[in-house]
């Protein structure tokens, strides 16, 4: 499927009419990017894009310009204006205000991390020296969960509880991992969710670690990072020329600043609560 979409997209981008050039402002924040993370972790969030931004320009006539935005709200904020052709970014954050910012988003690739893992799940994790040992144990405990925002913290955290019956007495929210983290360290709460990335790349890597703690449970998978575009707003051809450079430039053939192999199509996921979300 991979070699057809290819083969597909660049068929067009020798045509005459595609190789016009095609300008796309996106908006984005990448937990692996520099330019979107925290100073602390980049070390691990070293990724760059202007380097495959000048093939996609020079090789297809693809002008993608990046907005980034370090704080996710700002994000989001940016995407339900609908002033942007898309979006690169958690995939929830741009769905959930789909309606909001009239738009049709389609995610066209998903993003490899730096260890080329293209999924994202929430952890549920205790103190490593806590009495609990068992997801089960939780039942009557003080849990804090992410807020609506953040999928793999919070709708997936709160579906795999009722999946398997669990029933905190009490279940609170934080916005960050970091916060979720320092309510555990201070005594404050039995267990938290957090992302998995959260004890590696992101702030909470300078001050916790993950031998400090146990995971009890992880939520279902979902795509980490995608590249989704307003379709309202982008040709259909001009999606599929997209999709297929920047499937040409994957693999053996990514950057080296995109800290692995780039781009791959992306992985089914329909949130349950996209037709709720107003």
């Known amino acids: 499927m991979r070699n057809t979409i290819i083969a597909t997209g660049l068929a067009l981008l020798c ?82 205000h789909e309606k909001e910012a009239g738009a049709d988003f389609r995610r066209i690739v998903d993003v490899l991390d730096p260890n080329n893992n293209r999924w994202l799940t929430g952890t549920l994790i205790v103190p490593v020296n806590s009495p609990i040992q068992t997801l089960e144990e939780l039942n009557g405990k003080h849990l804090y969960i992410g807020q609506a925002d953040a999928y793999e913290k919070h709708h997936a955290a709160k579906r795999l509880l009722e999946q398997k019956g669990i029933k905190p007495a009490k279940i609170d929210t934080h916005a960050s991992c970091g916060e979720n983290i320092g309510v555990l360290l201070d005594g404050e709460a039995d267990a938290a969710v957090v992302s998995d990335y959260a004890l590696s790349a992101d702030c909470a890597a300078d001050f916790a670690k993950p031998e400090d703690f146990r995971i009890l ?40 600043t995109l800290l692995g192999n780039g781009f791959v199509e992306p992985s089914p996921w329909n949130p349950p609560e996209l037709e709720k979300t107003p």
């Not at 996106?26 to 495959?52: E, G």
């Open 15 to 96: 045509g005459c009419a595609s190789n016009k050039p095609l300008e796309l402002r996106l908006a984005v924040n990448d937990i692996y990017c520099m330019d979107t993370a925290c100073s602390c972790v980049h070390d691990v969030a070293a990724r760059t894009y202007p380097q495959a931004l000048k093939k996609l320009k020079s090789e297809y006539g693809l002008d993608l310009q990046l907005v980034y935005f370090t704080e996710t709200y700002q994000l989001e904020d940016a995407i339900a204006s609908g002033e942007y052709d898309g979006a690169l970014c958690k995939p929830w954050y741009a769905l959930r």
């Open 217 to 256: 449970a992880q939520t279902e998978k979902i795509p980490l990072t995608s590249l989704m575009l307003d379709m309202n707003k982008v040709a259909e051809a001009d999606a599929r020329r997209l999709t297929a450079a920047l499937l040409a430039l994957s693999g053996s053939n990514a950057p080296e």
